[in-house]
């Protein structure tokens, strides 16, 4: 199963990526979570990712799309994998076809979560509480949103024309998602 999510800040991504990976025994990879980590651990990387992060930019794409290819050719990927918050821009969808061409693997499906923007604000400022993120106040969290508007979202277009993108209500609680993910892909004879 190769897999990517896609949805703005806040649809609960993280979250359904987590539990999906874990019932396909497949890698999630979360470029946020590998940009934090590397925050963290103020490596090169997260040096050069952090003031974007931290002002709700995207990283620049040769950055991302490098660090990506890496971890795609690690051997645990070669079942399967799902990827959680890439691509986010037109040249990080290029490089994503390039990358599997390279390693002859295909798409199965593009799971998308849609969520109210009033709803996804909400919730992220919930998640401000306890995230201790940087990028979780609410300016950033409101220009998140517009990033993901305006440089994200007409990708899905490119994948509805390939036929693979399956449209998930992010509203509910996890456990309702989660489900109503797994008969999407079903329906969609996806798994
Ligand atoms: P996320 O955890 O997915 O909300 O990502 C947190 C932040 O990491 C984003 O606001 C970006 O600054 C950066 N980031 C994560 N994924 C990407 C990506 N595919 N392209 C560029 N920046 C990214």
């Avoid at 497949?26 to 590397?38: A, E, K, L, M, Y």
């Avoid at 969808?93 to 604000?121: G, K, R």
């Avoid at 220009?143 to 998930?168: D, M, N, S, W």
């Amino acid at each position: 199963m190769r897999l990517l999510f896609m949805g703005p800040p806040g649809a609960g991504k993280g979250t359904q990526a987590m539990r999906l990976s874990a019932e396909l025994g497949v890698p999630q990879i979360s470029t946020g979570d590998i940009f934090r980590h590397n925050v963290a651990e103020q490596t090169e990387l997260g040096q050069a990712a952090q003031r974007f992060m931290d002002a709700g930019e995207y990283v620049p794409d040769e950055v991302t799309n490098e660090m990506v290819r890496a971890r795609l050719a690690e051997e645990d990927t070669r079942q399967g994998f799902l990827l959680d918050g890439y691509p986010r821009t037109v040249d990080q969808v290029q490089t994503l076809d390039e990358i599997l061409a390279e390693l002859d693997q295909e798409l199965d499906a593009v799971v998308v979560l849609s969520v109210d923007s009033e709803e996804l604000i909400a919730r992220l400022l919930k998640r401000a509480e306890t995230s201790g993120r940087n990028d979780d106040n609410e300016d950033v969290i409101r220009h998140r949103q517009e990033v993901f508007k305006a440089q994200t979202a007409p990708l899905l277009q490119t994948y509805e024309q390939r036929g693979i993108v399956v449209e998930v209500d992010g509203l509910g609680d996890v456990d309702e998602v989660a489900e109503r993910i797994v008969g999407a892909l079903a329906a969609a004879d996806k798994s």
